[in-house]
């Protein structure tokens, strides 16, 4: 079974230009979730996706951060303009939706590898 | 509102020794669920072990097992016989409610040292 793709793994950009997060979540998974992790921290929740619906975008600051998971399949999370605090790995994950717990695996995640972004 | 709160920003143990990560939460929810999750040095987390709420019963997975207290909202991770491999950041984290979401502590850094 293929595991959460994420891309780019390693991003670098000057503050103020655009960047995009591409994530692919594990087939037949309807939750999708964008995390944003600080260094020496925890994930913390940007938004989450049931389907095409976003059902929880209240972390995410919508002045600068957009997000679309078109088909409710693939994800995108842009990032315009880019600031210095914005400088994280921003982390994707799926899971089983609601109704659709197999073999009791309620609420457990499964995460990409992280798409590392640095602000200059 | 959910809350988890990971006292022990770091720790060590030797290989082949037992130790215990602990982990206390809150919740209003009446039905959730508890994990750890395991960040390895620059890979993807992964889970190491996952408890129901309404279950008493400690969940087990091989050399890992948890002390769940409820009433305390204590749940605190064991790791018996550490392996190098077991060297990474461990997340508690809670899953209330209908809705999936898991709140996340700061996370221990576990190094086992040979």
């Known amino acids: 079974e293929a595991g959460v793709v994420q891309s780019p793994r390693y991003k670098i950009i000057e503050k103020k230009q655009p960047v995009a997060f591409w994530c692919n979540p594990i087939?037949?998974?309807?939750?999708l979730y964008w995390y944003l992790q600080n260094l020496g921290q925890g994930p913390e929740l940007l938004i989450r996706y049931e389907n095409e619906e976003a059902v929880d975008d209240s972390q995410l600051p919508k002045d600068r951060f957009s997000a679309e998971r078109l088909k409710g399949v693939d994800s995108t999370l842009k990032i315009q303009p880019a600031e210095l605090g914005d400088s994280a790995v921003y982390l994707c994950?799926?899971?089983?939706?609601?109704?659709?717990?197999?073999?009791?695996?309620?609420?457990?995640?499964?995460f990409g590898e992280g798409s590392r972004l640095t602000v200059l | 509102a959910q809350t988890v709160t990971q006292s022990q920003p770091e720790m060590s143990v030797q290989e082949a020794e037992t130790v215990t990560l602990s982990c206390t939460y809150d919740?209003?929810?009446?039905?959730?669920?508890l994990f750890w999750y395991k960040q390895p040095p620059s890979r993807q987390m992964i889970l190491v072990i996952r408890?129901?709420?309404?279950?008493?019963q400690n969940a087990t997975e091989n050399r890992f097992s948890v002390n769940f207290q409820k009433a305390a909202k204590s749940f605190s991770l064991k790791i018996s016989d550490s392996q190098l491999g077991d060297t990474a950041m461990y997340f508690c984290?809670?899953?209330?409610?209908?809705?999936?979401?898991?709140?996340f502590g700061k996370g221990t850094l576990l190094t086992v040292n040979p």
């Open positions: 087939s037949g998974h309807n939750t």
């Open positions: 994950a799926s899971s089983l939706g609601a109704g659709q717990d197999l073999g009791g695996r309620t609420g457990e995640l499964f």
């Open positions: 408890q129901e709420a309404y279950k008493q």
């Open positions: 984290s809670n899953s209330g409610g209908s809705n999936y979401k898991l709140t």
């Open positions: 919740t209003s929810e009446s039905n959730y669920y």
